[in-house]
């Protein structure tokens, strides 16, 4: 069973820059994708950003130019930069990380951070 810690999050002003991190503690093996999706209230959940093991990275065209997402592969952790944060980005943001074994992908999801940005 893979664990997901997550860090960051919290209150921030409009056209501010927050960092969420994710990792995986205790887990020996590279996943084959990390990233993050985000739930609005009301709203269904949507992929943020994704970043693949070889750094393939598909994103949401509305975070284009103002989030990134990056990763460490040997220290399985996922970062997502967030800069000119506007109130529509206010949501829980979930870390999501994807393993692949003998061609059986799993999927695993971190509890949520909540990032709110005022206007």
């Given at each position: 069973q893979v664990h997901l810690v997550e860090s960051g999050g919290g209150l921030v002003e409009s056209?501010?820059?927050?960092?969420l991190s994710c990792t995986a503690p205790g887990t020996s093996f590279s996943f084959a994708a990390m990233g993050w999706y985000r739930q609005a209230p009301?709203?269904?959940r949507e992929v943020v950003a994704t970043i693949t093991r070889s750094g393939t990275i598909?994103?949401?065209d509305s975070i284009?130019?103002?989030?990134?997402?990056?990763?460490d592969g040997v220290a399985n952790r996922v970062y997502l930069q967030m800069n000119n944060l506007k109130p529509e980005d206010t949501a829980v943001y979930y870390c999501y990380v994807r393993s692949r074994n003998q061609g059986k992908d799993t999927?695993?999801?971190g509890q949520?951070?909540?990032?709110?940005v005022s206007s």
């Open positions: 056209g501010g820059s927050m960092r009301g709203k269904q598909n994103s949401e284009q130019g103002r989030f990134t997402i990056s990763r999927e695993y999801w949520g951070t909540q990032v709110t």
